[in-house]
Nanobody, 124 residues
């Protein structure tokens, strides 16, 4: 089991940057597929980015490719999401999640463990 705690959200202007952190406690995050998801008001939760367990391959949603970067620090057992060139449509609650099964997926319901979420608001 793993406990996830996000931090780093806040208010940014369009074109600005924010870095989100997801601190994992319990098992090492490298044992899981680690994903960032987001949910805007009135919309379904959607995949943003992920690090695959063990091999560390990275995946991104098309909407954030080239602007967001996911990374992990094994020593701190923390996963980060660096968000650059922010747009108003990036406004959402951002969640960190972990999936323990072998098969990688970007489907939110397939992830067993979730953080509490952190609000990101981008003004135009």
């Amino acid at each position: 089991q793993v406990l996830l705690v996000e931090s780093g959200g806040g208010l940014a202007q369009a074109g600005g940057s924010l870095r989100l952190s997801c601190a994992a406690s319990g098992r090492a995050f490298s044992s899981y597929h680690m994903g960032w998801f987001r949910q805007a008001p009135g919309k379904e939760r959607e995949f943003v980015a992920a690090i695959r367990r063990i091999v560390g391959d990275l995946s991104y949603a098309d909407s954030v490719k080239g602007r967001f970067t996911i990374s992990g620090d094994n020593a701190k057992n923390t996963v980060y999401l660096q968000m650059n060139s922010l747009k108003p449509e990036d406004t959402a609650v951002y969640y960190c999640a972990a999936r323990s099964r072998v098969l990688f997926t970007t489907t939110p319901t397939a992830y067993e463990y979730w953080g509490q979420g952190t609000q990101v608001t981008v003004s135009s």
